[in-house]
């Protein structure tokens, strides 16, 4: 029932700034952590950004200090703050959520990807 929604991508030049929205509709009570993953050609999917439904956020090292993930509980929105964009970001981004639901097995629900794409 849960759907997500990326909005905001698009071209941006090397050391310029980008934010992207997840909007979230339907059975929000069930997100137990949302996430942004990222997948470039030829590459696998990698996670980008990820906070609990405690607010606890994680990063990798190839985004640290540059991105952050935030939510807006009323909007039933995140949100991926890009700044100092390279080049090797350039990749379709994804939106990720893990959903429990009493008396079943985890799973995620993503998003339809959203371009973002960072010229030298």
């Known amino acids: 029932q849960l759907q997500l929604v990326e909005s905001g991508g698009g071209l941006v030049q090397a050391g310029g700034s980008l934010s992207l929205s997840c909007a979230a509709s339907g059975s929000i009570f069930n997100i137990n952590a949302m996430g942004w993953y990222r997948q470039a050609p030829g590459k696998q999917r990698e996670l980008v950004a990820a906070?609990?439904?405690?607010?606890?956020?994680n990063y990798p090292d190839s985004v640290k200090g540059r991105f952050t993930i935030s939510r807006d509980n009323a909007k039933n929105t995140v949100y991926l703050q890009m700044n100092s964009l390279k080049p090797e970001d350039t990749a379709v981004y994804y939106c990720n959520a893990v959903i429990w639901v009493p008396g079943k097995p985890l799973y995620d629900v993503w998003g339809q990807g959203t371009q973002v794409t960072v010229s030298s």
């Open positions: 906070i609990t439904k405690g607010g606890s956020t």
